[in-house]
Nanobody, 122 residues
Framework: QVQLVESGGGLVQAGGSLRLSCVAS????????LAWFRQIQGKEREFVAG???????HYGDFVKGRFTISRDNAKNMLSLQMNNLKSTDTAVYYC????????????????WGQGTQVTVSS
């Protein structure tokens, strides 16, 4: 069993930056694929970025070079650096883990954090 806890959300002006963190406990995440999803109010949860256990990264089309996902297996931690934020990035951001190859489908992830709110003012 893996427990995930996100932090780092908040209110930021458009064009600003935030860094989200996700700390895992219960077991090592070394062999897990990890990802960030977000859920905009009234919409379905969507894939933001993912990182495989080997360190390969993948991003949603809307990211367009603005976000960087990284992992620190020694600290059992996942991060998401978000730059040049837009009002359309306002959402609850969730970290997720799965024991397998990376995926973009919400249903493929077994473990989820509780989410952290990111609000970007225009």
């Amino acid at each position: 069993q893996v427990q995930l806890v996100e932090s780092g959300g908040g209110l930021v002006q458009a064009g600003g930056s935030l860094r989200l963190s996700c700390v895992a406990s219960g077991r090592t995440i070394r062999g897990y694929s990890l990802a960030w999803f977000r859920q905009i109010q009234g919409k379905e949860r969507e894939f933001v970025a993912g990182i495989s256990f080997s360190g390969n990264t993948h991003y949603g089309d809307f990211v367009k070079g603005r976000f960087t996902i990284s992992r620190d297996n020694a600290k059992n931690m996942l991060s998401l650096q978000m730059n040049n934020l837009k009002s359309t990035d306002t959402a609850v951001y969730y970290c997720a883990a799965r024991d397998g190859v990376w995926a973009t489908d919400v249903s493929q992830y077994e473990y989820w954090g509780q989410g952290t709110q990111v609000t970007v003012s225009s």
